[in-house]
Structure formats: structure tokens, C-alpha cells
């Protein structure tokens, strides 16, 4: 029944030590979102990929980039994380771009040490 | 983007109904509201959408007002596993939108 699955959903790293987190879907939809929420904030997000295409959001950090090898995964890469970038990362997809539902998975959350 | 406004926290006893409010006042005529909502440690979940009339589903209930500067979700009889952060969202209709999420409502249900 998973759509969206996201792994691993725990991740400890230490603070510059590269960290990729994973997402992968069942939907075989267009878009996949990366989102970043830290603590009692709301999800923002980083970047989107429409199939093969790559858009980045003007605020997002150089320090962080994506991967869509295929339909079914997206990576995103944290090349030098800091103390700042812990938060609870969340991987959506969504049919098409135009006003399409988004279904998100359970999240990935991140700690700096 | 339309700027919304929404209570911070509400409080709702179980099995009652819950009207969760959100002004946009700032809202083009071709932005759908959409909500979310977001249970305790879990990634956001659609709730309803719509554009100028009333719209059901089995979740919930949109009331748009007739202006469309604000709406209400309407949760027709709230259970525990309905506490969460509700967020209203309005979006283009015109291609490339994302969901900006605003602050949101903490919703908390009394047993």
C-alpha cells in the first residue's frame, strides 16, 4: 500500500559528513518535491524535478542538491551539513505540476551531531 | 501568493464538529484553496480543494465564502485521529504551482 516510501527515517550524521537521503514511489508520477521542516515550522520546499527536469527553489542552499536516476527514486544530497540543517526532511510526488494533488511520505528525520 | 490568515490553535471536543477558518483575502479569481493537514509526525495529507462552490468529500467539507476572501473546512464529527495542523493553501490554477504552507492550525481534540 505504500505510495511514497522514504529511507531511512532516522538519519545521524556529523556535522560536513555528506548524507543522502532517499525517496522512492509506487504512483509513477511526474513530480517528485523535496521539503524541508524544522521544528514547529511549516515544510518548505527545496526543489522539484518534472520528469527529468530540475528546479530549484531561489532560497534553497548551494549545500544542498538532488538526484532523479529514474521516475521511481529522488535523492537529495546534503554535501556539508550543519548544525542548521536538522529538520525533518519530506519527499512528495504529484501527477503533473498544475494544481495536482501532492502525496507525501513519512519523512526522514535528520540530526547534525 | 495570496497571503492567508489562520487561528493558531483550536480546541474541539470529540464527536462535535469542527469549523477551522481561514481568511485570504488577497486570493485571485483562479486560485483553488486547498487544505492539508499534517498529523504528529507524519508528512502532510490532502484534504479537500475548491474554487467557488461548496465541495465535499468523506474527510471533510470546504464552505467558501461568496467573495472567496475566506473559507472554512468543516470536520462534520472530529475524532482524536483528527488532531493535527491544518493548513489553507491558494493555488494558481495556471501551471508550475507549489504548496507554500503558511503557519497553519494546530488542532487539538478533548476526549
Known amino acids: 500500500d505504500a505510495m511514497v516510501i522514504q529511507n531511512p527515517r532516522y538519519q545521524v550524521t556529523q556535522f560536513g559528513k555528506p548524507v543522502t537521503l532517499s525517496c522512492s514511489q509506487t504512483?509513477?508520477?511526474?513530480?517528485m518535491y523535496w521539503y524541508q521542516q524544522k521544528s514547529s515550522q511549516a515544510p518548505k520546499l527545496l526543489f522539484h524535478y518534472y520528469d527529468k527536469d530540475f528546479n530549484n527553489e531561489a532560497d534553497t542552499p548551494d549545500n544542498f542538491q538532488s538526484r532523479r536516476p529514474n521516475t521511481s527514486f529522488c535523492f537529495l544530497d546534503i554535501r556539508s551539513p550543519g548544525l542548521g540543517d536538522a529538520a525533518m526532511y519530506l519527499c512528495?510526488?504529484?501527477?503533473?505540476?498544475?494544481?495536482?494533488?501532492?502525496?507525501f511520505g513519512p519523512g526522514t528525520r535528520l540530526t547534525v551531531l | 501568493d495570496a497571503k492567508t490568515t489562520q487561528p493558531n490553535s483550536m480546541e474541539s471536543n470529540e464527536e462535535e464538529p469542527v469549523h477551522l477558518p481561514c481568511n485570504h483575502s488577497?486570493?485571485?479569481?483562479?486560485?483553488?484553496i486547498h487544505w492539508y493537514r499534517q498529523l504528529p509526525s507524519q508528512g502532510p495529507e490532502y484534504v479537500i480543494h475548491?474554487?467557488?462552490s461548496n465541495v465535499n468529500n468523506r474527510m471533510a467539507s470546504l464552505a467558501i465564502a461568496e467573495d472567496r476572501k475566506s473559507s472554512t473546512l468543516i470536520l462534520h464529527r472530529a475524532t482524536l485521529r483528527d488532531a493535527a495542523v491544518y493548513y489553507c493553501i491558494p493555488i494558481s490554477n495556471f501551471g508550475n504551482e507549489k504548496l507554500t504552507f503558511g503557519t497553519g492550525t494546530r488542532l487539538t481534540i478533548i476526549p
Open positions: 504512483l509513477n508520477h511526474n513530480v
Open positions: 488577497t486570493i485571485s479569481g483562479t486560485d483553488y
Open positions: 512528495a510526488t504529484s501527477r503533473d505540476l498544475k494544481y495536482n494533488e501532492q502525496f
Open positions: 475548491g474554487l467557488t
